[in-house]
């Protein structure tokens, strides 16, 4: 990627963080206590043309990579993390559609993101294959001149609210014999769908997680994204290292959040007995400084994978499967650190740290999980294949 595209970031930046202060850090609080998907905050990002962030600049958009992915969502995760993830999850749908969109997809998807009139998001995981998202069972057939799709995906971020699902599936036959994978997508208003129920979740509670059963969904077939058995090209070469930095910017994020959080609390609490602030002991002085420190080191580490991939060095990958990872470790720690300096004002029902250290734990169990990532990071640096 060149210097000319990573030069608009500051501006995308400065926008995004506008954008923050005023309609997503205001509602932040009842997006979490309420369990709402934010419409709000999907609807100014969409407003001020950053769902076109991962569109090319031909159809409208901004063109942009990893490096303006992470530091986008980092920037939304610290004022709430729901937000960050559904912004997020828009976006690496988005960059799937345009890795090898035809005509029809510029028109009818690139160019409608682009203006902020579509957003889109990705359906891959299913019960069965839990963490191994890339081993879907949802069937697809070809029928009459149309896909024919079964199967039902789970933990779909904007689940009935996009307008799109870049859905993952495996080729069937009429013997029942099973082929190559694909991607294709579908619109929210394809007949033979059904929602199951809404999220209700421990963290992460707006971003409106659901599941969705097709049943004998015919899809048109120039939906299909790529070829037929391109969808672990997919997955590997454009899913992965957007979604790791979506979530490593999301994490980075909330990690941040946390850090400000016991920053302000030591500033300001004193003891009445004697006026001293509790940012005078040093004990509480030294923690604070191990907290800022796993922090920027992760920021270190998200910036140089994003930079890495965005340049096409070969050396991407393992920086690439390790941010994710060290992002979810750091937001847990620094959280839990935060709880402790807080004291009883953080264990408060829906105390903001509260949410901050639930929103963290979500990042190890969201799939590539943290274990999953850890050992394909061993594996690509001892050059094994991670499959």
Same mark, same amino acid.
């Given at each position: 990627?060149?210097?000319?595209?990573?030069?608009?970031?500051?501006?995308?930046?400065?926008?995004?963080?506008?954008?923050?202060?005023?309609?997503?850090?205001?509602?932040?609080?009842?997006?979490?206590?309420?369990?709402?998907?934010?419409?709000?905050?999907?609807?100014?990002?969409?407003?001020?043309?950053?769902?076109?962030?991962?569109?090319?600049?031909?159809?409208?958009?901004?063109?942009?990579?990893?490096?303006?992915?992470?530091?986008?969502?980092?920037?939304?995760?610290?004022?709430?993390?729901?937000?960050?993830?559904?912004?997020?999850?828009?976006?690496?749908?988005?960059?799937?559609?345009?890795?090898?969109?035809?005509?029809?997809?510029?028109?009818?998807?690139?160019?409608?993101?682009?203006?902020?009139?579509?957003?889109?998001?990705?359906?891959?995981?299913?019960?069965?294959?839990?963490?191994?998202?890339?081993?879907?069972?949802?069937?697809?057939?070809?029928?009459?001149?149309?896909?024919?799709?079964?199967?039902?995906?789970?933990?779909?971020?904007?689940?009935?609210?996009?307008?799109?699902?870049?859905?993952?599936?495996?080729?069937?036959?009429?013997?029942?014999?099973?082929?190559?994978?694909?991607?294709?997508?579908?619109?929210?208003?394809?007949?033979?769908?059904?929602?199951?129920?809404?999220?209700?979740?421990?963290?992460?509670?707006?971003?409106?997680?659901?599941?969705?059963?097709?049943?004998?969904?015919?899809?048109?077939?120039?939906?299909?994204?790529?070829?037929?058995?391109?969808?672990?090209?997919?997955?590997?070469?454009?899913?992965?290292?957007?979604?790791?930095?979506?979530?490593?910017?999301?994490?980075?994020?909330?990690?941040?959040?946390?850090?400000?959080?016991?920053?302000?609390?030591?500033?300001?609490?004193?003891?009445?007995?004697?006026?001293?602030?509790?940012?005078?002991?040093?004990?509480?002085?030294?923690?604070? /400084?191990?907290?800022?420190?796993?922090?920027?080191? #992760?920021?270190?580490?998200? &910036?140089?994978?994003?930079? =890495? $991939?965005? !340049? *096409?060095?070969?050396?991407?990958?393992?920086?690439?499967?390790?941010?994710?990872?060290?992002?979810?470790?750091?937001?847990?720690?620094?959280?839990?650190?935060?709880?402790?300096?807080?004291?009883?004002?953080?264990?408060?029902?829906?105390?903001?740290?509260?949410?901050?250290?639930?929103? /963290?734990?979500?990042?190890?169990?969201?799939?590539? #999980?943290?274990?999953?990532? &850890?050992?394909?990071?061993? =594996? $690509?640096? !001892? *050059?094994?294949?991670?499959?």
């Amino acid at each position: 990627m060149d210097n000319f595209v990573h030069s608009k970031i500051p501006e995308l930046l400065t926008l995004t963080n506008t954008i923050v202060q005023a309609d997503i850090a205001p509602y932040a609080e009842r997006v979490d206590r309420e369990g709402i998907w934010p419409e709000h905050s999907m609807s100014a990002l969409a407003a001020a043309g950053l769902f076109g962030l991962q569109v090319p600049a031909a159809f409208g958009g901004h063109g942009q990579g990893l490096l303006a992915l992470s530091m986008l969502t980092e920037s939304i995760g610290a004022a709430c993390p729901s937000s960050a993830l559904c912004f997020g999850m828009h976006c690496v749908g988005t960059a799937v559609i345009a890795a090898k969109a035809t005509a029809f997809h510029e028109e009818a998807y690139l160019r409608p993101i682009a203006a902020g009139r579509h957003m889109t998001t990705l359906a891959l995981s299913e019960s069965g294959s839990g963490s191994h998202f890339y081993l879907p069972q949802t069937s697809l057939q070809v029928e009459a001149g149309e896909f024919v799709v079964n199967g039902t995906k789970q933990f779909i971020t904007n689940g009935g609210h996009a307008d799109s699902y870049v859905v993952s599936t495996v080729a069937q036959s009429d013997e029942d014999d099973t082929g190559d994978f694909s991607c294709l997508i579908v619109d929210a208003d394809t007949a033979n769908t059904q929602w199951l129920a809404p999220w209700d979740g421990f963290g992460m509670r707006g971003n409106s997680s659901r599941g969705l059963a097709f049943q004998n969904t015919r899809v048109p077939l120039q939906n299909l994204l790529g070829t037929q058995g391109d969808q672990v090209w997919y997955v590997f070469e454009v899913v992965a290292p957007y979604f790791l930095m979506a979530m490593a910017g999301t994490y980075l994020g909330v990690a941040q959040a946390a850090l400000d959080a016991a920053g302000a609390h030591l500033r300001s609490r004193r003891f009445s007995h004697s006026g001293q602030s509790l940012a005078e002991i040093e004990t509480l002085q030294t923690r604070y /400084a191990d907290m800022w420190m796993s922090v920027e080191k #992760t920021r270190a580490l998200v &910036r140089e994978a994003a930079r =890495r $991939a965005d !340049l *096409g060095l070969a050396d991407a990958l393992p920086f690439l499967l390790s941010c994710k990872a060290d992002a979810g470790d750091t937001a847990v720690r620094v959280a839990n650190d935060a709880m402790t300096i807080c004291g009883g004002s953080a264990y408060r029902e829906n105390s903001r740290v509260a949410q901050i250290m639930r929103d /963290a734990r979500a990042s190890h169990v969201m799939s590539p #999980t943290t274990d999953i990532l &850890r050992t394909w990071t061993g =594996r $690509a640096l !001892l *050059g094994l294949p991670l499959l």
